[in-house]
């Protein structure tokens, strides 16, 4: 990573939310790690920068959010990332969450719906040294057909319901994770178990802001 501002008070308040989400039930290592090594204060816009390690979803850019570190680290812990994995993430947003998924060395394809978010996020990737593979912005609701098949596929914005184009991108053996519900979201795990064949298992219930399907 780059020069960037990373102060020790900084760095100590990230170690207590990294106690904290670990204490609500986080026990992966290397999820814990990369939270504790992500500076997510450059992240967000920097009247919020004072809260960036609070366990809180704050608004960024074009009306989203940066997710709650404890729904980024949940959703991290049940995509099961190993390194080389080939993901599909819908949703880049700030790319807190991308920056993570390229921290446990996986190869990161990330599409964005908000033109200006993406923008704004490919050039402070960019300059942090966190390198996806590919970065778009557009309809993620039909996933990335160029790139698929997916080793694993992360959505990060409510889906009202299962979005069947997403469900075909996923290789066999693979693995989605996806908030599935309107007003809340239930999180939800996929494994294609064959062509036509999903294991489905469902988890607490979490808030995203929507995933807005283009009409075309
Ligand atoms: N992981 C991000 C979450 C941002 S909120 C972070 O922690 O910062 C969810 C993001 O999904 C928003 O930026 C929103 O613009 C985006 N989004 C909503 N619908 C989408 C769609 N159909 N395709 C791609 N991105 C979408």
Redesign the pocket.
């Known amino acids: 990573m780059m020069n960037f501002r990373d102060s020790y008070k900084q760095q100590g308040k990230r170690q207590q939310l990294v106690d904290q989400i670990h204490e609500k039930g986080i026990h992966a290592q290397k999820v814990l790690q990369a939270i504790n090594h992500i500076p997510r204060h450059l992240?967000m816009d920097s009247s919020f920068e004072d809260h960036a390690y609070q366990d809180k979803a704050f608004p960024?850019t074009?009306g989203?959010?940066?997710?709650q570190p404890y729904t980024?680290a949940f959703q991290t812990q049940l995509l099961d990332v190993q390194q080389g994995d080939k993901i599909l993430e819908?949703?880049?947003?700030?790319?807190?969450?991308?920056a993570v998924l390229c921290l446990l060395k996986a190869k990161v394809y990330t599409?964005?719906?908000?033109v200006k978010?993406y923008k704004k996020t490919k050039l402070l990737l960019e300059k942090l040294g966190f390198y996806p593979r590919q970065m778009t912005y557009?309809?993620?609701?039909k996933g990335w057909k160029e790139f698929a098949p997916y080793d694993k596929i992360l959505v990060?914005?409510g889906a009202p319901q299962l979005p069947k184009t997403l469900l075909g991108q996923l290789k066999l053996g693979g693995k989605m994770v996806i908030p599935v519900g309107e007003k809340s979201q239930v999180m939800t795990t996929i494994i294609r178990r064959s062509a036509t064949e999903f294991d489905k298992k469902t988890y607490g219930d979490f808030r995203?802001?929507?995933?807005?399907?283009?009409r075309s």
């Not at 989203?64 to 997710?67: A, E, H, N, R, V």
Request: glycine share 14%.
């Open positions: 992240f960024i074009s989203q959010t940066i997710s980024v819908i949703g880049t947003g700030s790319g807190y969450q991308t599409v964005e719906r908000q978010l557009g309809d993620g609701y990060t914005a995203f802001v929507p995933l807005v399907a283009d």
